[in-house]
């Protein structure tokens, strides 16, 4: 009987096989194995990425058929040769098993219009609105000065965040903010560092869109029944229910980049309404006895600490980096096509329109309405105030149902990484892929927690500043850190210098708004009224 022959993937030593009783030399010629198929329990959702050499024919080995002689193989197929020239490229597919599961990772067939919709969507929102309340006390150079400083400072860590998603080192895909912390930082301390911040800036986001939206959706019910409804108005509250519901069946999308249609609407909306109000306000011209001088009352105290507020005002106009990797996660990547190529592609144009928003919106607002501007609200609050009565219910109605679409596309994008962590707590305990009953109650649950708080405390869209100081260390000094544990660039390097000069100043800068916040909240006090919503 003939010898089984052995493959392996060793570099070819001639060996010796007796046939018959002849003594002939055989070479085993190398075998290319394909890239492991274990990464990923489905294929369809989350696709492997590709060898270089994928096309290339693979050299066949012809072995002798016979029923008493079965083909052996030593090298089992999940193993990739050392020698293999898919082993470089196999550097980048180490996937969690789950991912194809979740709802972030199910499907990586993003691409960059989709990272320019998701990013638009959730870079530009209501949070803008509020930005010429921080002129007031900043004046005109400061104001502009530092939002245009806030700007290039996040745009830049945002670069570091996206070139810190792929690890070519050890081959791992950072879907996940907290996935880069626990990494970072280890599990302990990046709890302790992110893991407030990063769930205020999902739950806490959607509980305030919940309230802008349920309170736009009643404005926008006044101003296009007006004078003639008979119908008993609905509350507050109902209003916030109506919205809530809205938003929970437009969540049961299934994942990331099934929702790149509703970032879309969700970024032309926002768009629409940030360039509607403070077009409407400019072209109204400024109000009579309008006053540029920055607001300085009390002592020379109180004075720095308004500042500082009013720094924790810009900064909460630049939140979303907490959904950077998640986004970029829905791109398939190799090593000949990394996914941080078209990520900032998408970011490039996605930031783009955002600076044409905020920085009109910004100073066009505060010429027109200087220190008249409303703090609660912001520009949405002044355009009723003042304009009511001189522009049309259209342009009116028409800037309130934008809030309200683009508060529901919102949801959506700041509700999906609290939707992947509840069902990634299944599919670990359960091994298996949360089933579609499951995955609507756990959006259901969510969405009307959001709106129990909501209810509760109905106040918590007005402490900007405050949450602009919790969440400034994930936008502006996390990334830094990150950067240089990740990358350890050359001591004394530029790159070095920089980012522990970012980080630091970050934190820094993070600790003294939460302070001068609570200062400013506490000296002038904040209408608190729970289970009272206005």
């Given at each position: ?5 052995e493959?392996r993937?060793?570099p070819i030593?001639p060996?010796?096989?007796?046939v018959?009783?002849?003594p ?9 194995c394909?890239?492991?198929?274990l ?5 369809t959702?989350?696709?492997?990425l590709?060898s ?7 050299p066949?080995?012809?072995?002798p058929?016979?029923?008493?002689t079965?083909?052996?193989s030593l090298?089992?197929?999940?193993i990739?040769?050392l ?5 470089k490229?196999l550097r980048?597919t ?9 709802p ?5 067939n993003?691409?960059k219009?989709y ?7 959730s870079?530009?929102g ?18 502009i000065?530092s939002?245009?400083?806030a700007?290039?400072?996040?745009l830049y ?7 810190l998603h792929?690890?070519?080192e050890?081959?791992i895909?950072?879907?996940?903010y907290l ?5 970072t930082?280890?599990e ?5 560092l992110?893991?407030f ?6 739950a806490?986001?959607?509980?305030t869109l919940?309230?802008?939206g349920?309170?736009?959706a009643?404005?926008f019910y006044q101003?296009?029944c ?7 108005p609905?509350t507050?509250?109902?209003?916030y229910l ?7 069946v437009?969540?049961?999308?299934p994942?990331?980049?099934?929702i790149a ?5 969700g970024?032309v909306?926002a768009?629409?309404y940030?360039?509607s ?7 109204q011209?400024s ?5 540029y ?16 507020n ?5 900064a ?19 090593e000949k096509?990394?996914?941080h ?5 998408g970011?490039k144009?996605?930031y ?5 928003c ?5 100073i066009?607002?505060y010429?027109?309405y ?9 520009m ?6 003042f304009h009511?009565?001189?522009v049309?219910r259209?342009?009116?109605?028409l ?7 683009n508060?529901?596309c ?9 939707f992947d962590d ?6 670990r305990?359960?091994?298996k ?6 995955r609507l ?7 009307f927690?959001c ?15 405050l949450?602009?100081?919790v969440?400034?260390?994930?936008t502006?000094s996390y990334?830094?850190?990150?950067w ?14 920089l ?5 630091t100043?970050?934190m820094?800068l993070?600790?003294?708004?939460i302070?001068?916040?609570i200062?400013?909240i506490?000296d ?8 009272n919503?206005?």
């Amino acid at each position: 009987m003939a010898e089984a022959k052995e493959i392996r993937s060793a570099p070819i030593t001639p060996r010796t096989a007796s046939v018959m009783g002849t003594p002939i030399n055989v070479s085993s010629p190398p075998v290319s194995c394909p890239p492991s198929q274990l990464h990923s329990p489905s294929l369809t959702r989350s696709p492997l990425l590709q060898s270089e050499n994928e096309d290339a024919p693979h050299p066949k080995i012809k072995t002798p058929k016979t029923p008493r002689t079965p083909r052996i193989s030593l090298t089992p197929r999940f193993i990739t040769p050392l020698g293999s020239p898919v082993r470089k490229a196999l550097r980048l597919t180490k996937l969690d098993p789950h991912d194809a599961w979740l709802p972030i990772t199910e499907s990586r067939n993003g691409n960059k219009y989709y990272a320019a919709f998701h990013t638009l969507c959730s870079g530009i929102g209501i949070q803008a609105l509020v930005l010429p309340v921080a002129f007031t006390v900043l004046g005109w150079t400061w104001g502009i000065i530092s939002l245009t400083i806030a700007f290039i400072w996040q745009l830049y860590t945002l670069w570091l965040l996206v070139h810190l998603h792929e690890s070519v080192e050890n081959g791992i895909r950072y879907s996940r903010y907290l996935q880069l912390c626990y990494a970072t930082f280890g599990e302990k301390l990046g709890k302790l560092l992110a893991l407030f911040p990063f769930l205020y800036l999902s739950a806490g986001t959607c509980t305030t869109l919940i309230i802008i939206g349920g309170s736009t959706a009643r404005t926008f019910y006044q101003v296009v029944c007006g004078d003639s409804c008979t119908a008993k108005p609905m509350t507050t509250v109902e209003w916030y229910l109506v919205f809530t519901c809205a938003a929970v069946v437009l969540s049961q999308l299934p994942n990331l980049n099934s929702i790149a249609g509703v970032s879309l609407i969700g970024a032309v909306t926002a768009i629409g309404y940030c360039t509607s109000i403070w077009v409407v306000s400019v072209a109204q011209g400024s109000l009579p006895g309008v006053n540029y001088n920055p607001i300085r009352t009390g002592s020379s105290v109180q004075t720095a600490f308004s500042v500082l507020n009013a720094l924790g005002i810009i900064a909460f106009a630049f939140r979303g980096h907490n959904l950077i990797l998640e986004i970029q996660a829905t791109m398939p990547s190799s090593e000949k096509h990394p996914s941080h190529v078209p990520m900032w592609k998408g970011v490039k144009v996605a930031y783009t329109l955002i600076a044409a928003c905020l920085f009109p919106l910004a100073i066009g607002g505060y010429w027109a309405y200087g220190q008249l501007i409303p703090a609660n609200g912001g520009m949405l609050t002044a355009l009723y105030q003042f304009h009511s009565r001189d522009v049309s219910r259209f342009v009116l109605g028409l800037t309130s149902i934008f809030v309200v679409v683009n508060g529901l596309c919102s949801f959506q994008i700041y509700g999906m990484p609290a939707f992947d962590d509840m069902e990634s707590q299944y599919t670990r305990r359960m091994k298996k892929q949360c089933p579609w009953w499951l995955r609507l109650i756990f959006r259901v649950f969510f969405g009307f927690l959001c709106f129990f708080i909501g209810v509760a405390i109905p106040f918590l869209s007005r402490l900007a500043g405050l949450i602009g100081g919790v969440a400034l260390p994930v936008t502006l000094s996390y990334p830094c850190f990150m950067w240089l544990k990740v990358k350890k660039p050359k001591k004394y390097s530029l790159m070095w210098c920089l980012n522990w000069f970012l980080g630091t100043l970050g934190m820094g800068l993070s600790v003294i708004l939460i302070t001068a916040s609570i200062y400013v909240i506490v000296d002038t006090g904040v209408n608190i009224s729970f289970f009272n919503p206005q």
